[in-house]
């Protein structure tokens, strides 16, 4: 399920610090995007952020936490995506250096799906 309104922008005021925050609904959830990277995702108002290799350090107090994952032809697919611990959103600053880390694996990822170049086909 999709973030509420009110969720959607009480989360979108916390974590103004990071600059324009927009919200996207996508397959059933909402995306949370800073410039154009999804840092966050939010299913029945709970708010997730990306975990990658070099993050999930910060982000152990969310491990115990089942991680945002679907089904997909008989397989689960996890989205690298931690559910934030319900303190935080009563707790801004600290929000804010879990979604700013969270936005630095957003770059990361976005880094490393960058397309090649299509080659340019030669006829003779």
Known sequence: MVASDGFGEFLREQLSPLGRVTLRRMFGKTGMFSNGLMFGMVADDTFYVRVDDQNR???????????????????????????????????????????????AAARRVATRRKPKPKSKSVTT
């Open 57 to 103: 350090d910060i982000f152990k107090e969310a491990e115990s936490e089942p991680p945002l994952k679907y089904a997909k032809g008989g397989r689960t697919i996890d989205l690298a995506f931690w559910k934030v611990p319900e303190r935080l959103l009563d707790e801004p600053e600290e929000l804010v250096v879990w979604a700013r880390a969270a936005l």
